[in-house]
């Protein structure tokens, strides 16, 4: 090979490690696993510009994907299972599916208590195996917050729950918030680390709790195809 020509394979060479060092530098970011606990993995989306990071939990529950819809339906029973649930009032009801209540959670001394108007939708695919619940906060005058509780500017979430068998549900839980007013950094750090962590493994013992209790609601929302093919566990 001629001098000329090795000079330019490693120009082209050079070139195409800069090239690829500025697409990993510029990258979309991706989810970051932060830590697990209680059989609950928990991730985070770093964004630059926000105080609270997007977050996620991932585990799988011994339960049917209906059961833990069920479960998250149930908000006057939201306090039993939720540890920082202060309390849970249903405020309208447009069926099973959708409904607006109101959720205060408590925070630790000297951190204000939190609280939302929350809008819920739940949907069901045609053969039952991923189920969605989906909850976003609105603005509802008719109740305004009580002194001293911050009001969510923000509160977007979701469970999406994947059927692994008739009895066995994997749930990913994503909240992307702001939580508004002041918090020190290391409650942001606890939170976005151990709300996943307490909500998943809560809703888990709820539904060991509550085995049988919402079998009328399962077979109501059991897709037909998912009845033929088995995918969902015929309630007890």
Not at 70 to 80: F, K, M, T
Request: charged residues 20%; contains cysteine.
């Amino acid at each position: 090979m001629s001098q000329g020509l090795s000079r330019n394979m490693s120009l082209l060479l050079i070139m195409a490690a800069l090239v690829a060092s500025a697409s990993t530098a510029f990258a979309a970011p991706k989810w970051q696993f932060v830590t697990s606990g209680e059989g609950v993995r928990v991730y985070n989306f770093p964004e630059k510009g926000r105080s609270v990071p997007r977050f996620r939990g991932v585990a799988t529950i011994d339960a049917p994907a209906l059961q833990l819809l069920a479960i998250l339906g149930d908000v006057q029973r939201s306090c039993e299972w939720n540890t920082a649930c202060k309390h849970s009032i249903l405020l309208s009801r447009t069926d099973d599916l959708r409904m607006v209540f109101h959720n205060r959670l408590k925070a630790p001394w000297p951190v204000s208590d939190r609280d939302a108007i929350l809008k819920t939708n739940a949907s069901i695919s045609a053969d039952g195996s991923v189920v969605r619940a989906t909850f976003r906060a609105i603005r509802y005058a008719k109740r305004p917050p009580a002194s001293g509780v911050v009001r969510f500017p923000r509160l977007i979430g979701q469970y999406k729950m994947t059927v692994i068998s008739p009895t066995r549900t994997r749930v990913v839980y994503t909240i992307d918030s702001d939580s508004g007013g002041w918090l020190p950094g290391w409650m942001v750090r606890y939170a976005t680390k151990n709300v996943p962590i307490g909500t998943l493994a809560g809703l888990r013992k709820q539904a060991r709790r509550t085995r049988g209790q919402y079998a009328a609601f399962i077979a109501k929302h059991t897709p037909k195809k998912a009845k033929r093919q088995g995918v969902v566990a015929t309630p007890k």
